[in-house]
Nanobody
Framework: QVKLVESGGGSVQAGGSLMLSCAVS????????MGWFRQAPGKEREGVAQ????????NYASSVKGRFSISQDNAKTTMYLRMNSLKLDDPAMYYC?????????????????WGQGTQVTVSS
């Protein structure tokens, strides 16, 4: 089993930055892929960024490419999402997710483990 706990959410003005963290406990070594997702009220949960634990290949949604950056520590026990140039359509509950599947992407169906989320608010 894997437990994920997000932190770092908050309120920021448009154009500002936030760094989200996801602490991984349990059988972290079994994770092949981790990702960040977000869900705004009344909308579907969407993939934002994804990283393969072994190899480090990254993938981003087009809406955040060039502004957000996903990373991990060497032990694969903490994952980060650096969010720059935040926009008024970025506010949502942000979730981290993990899976032992060999392949994954930005689709939520591939992920087995989820955190409880951290709220991001952007004001004008």
């Amino acid at each position: 089993q894997v437990k994920l706990v997000e932190s770092g959410g908050g309120s920021v003005q448009a154009g500002g930055s936030l760094m989200l963290s996801c602490a991984v406990s349990g059988d972290a070594a079994s994770n092949r892929c981790m990702g960040w997702f977000r869900q705004a009220p009344g909308k579907e949960r969407e993939g934002v960024a994804q990283i393969y634990n072994y190899g480090g290949l990254e993938n981003y949604a087009s809406s955040v490419k060039g502004r957000f950056s996903i990373s991990q520590d060497n032990a694969k026990t903490t994952m980060y999402l650096r969010m720059n140039s935040l926009k008024l359509d970025d506010p949502a509950m942000y979730y981290c997710a993990a899976t032992a599947f060999l392949t994954c992407g930005l689709g939520k169906e591939a992920y087995e483990f989820w955190g409880q989320g951290t709220q991001v608010t952007v004001s004008s």
